[in-house]
């Protein structure tokens, strides 16, 4: 249900827009999540949103560098990262909810989408 894309290889200090299209009318109640995973480690919260994009919350190791945003008319998450460093570097995550609120813990969110890779070289 969820497709994550737009992740690639970029520059430290460069730009990506990650988005994840969901499917179905349920998309525009739930709050969403992006999350990040490299090798090894634990799945790692980046930012989330609430059903109607008004409330957001981000990790502190990405506040004001990426910017979370929904459209929910055409059901869509985007993440729009922004100076962008090598410690950035994971498969990135899309994620949501079956409640209105968003939420920092992975246990929370009941469907995931595929994951999309984010390499950033210094």
């Known amino acids: 249900q969820l497709q994550a894309s737009g992740g690639g290889l970029v520059q430290a200090g460069g730009s990506l827009r990650l988005s994840c299209a969901a499917s179905?009318?349920?998309?525009?109640?739930?709050?969403m999540g992006w999350f990040r995973q490299t090798p090894g480690k634990e799945r790692q919260f980046v930012a989330t949103?609430?059903?109607?994009?008004?409330?957001?919350y981000y990790a502190d190791s990405v506040q004001g560098r990426f910017t979370i945003s929904r459209d929910n008319t055409n059901y869509t998450l985007h993440l729009q990262m922004n100076s962008l460093k090598p410690e950035d570097t994971a498969v990135y995550y899309c994620a949501s909810r079956s409640a209105f609120a968003y939420s920092l813990y992975a246990r929370d969110y009941t469907y995931w989408g595929q994951g999309t890779q984010v390499t950033v070289s210094s």
């Open positions: 179905g009318r349920t998309f525009r109640a739930y709050g």
């Open positions: 949103i609430n059903w109607n994009g008004v409330t957001t």
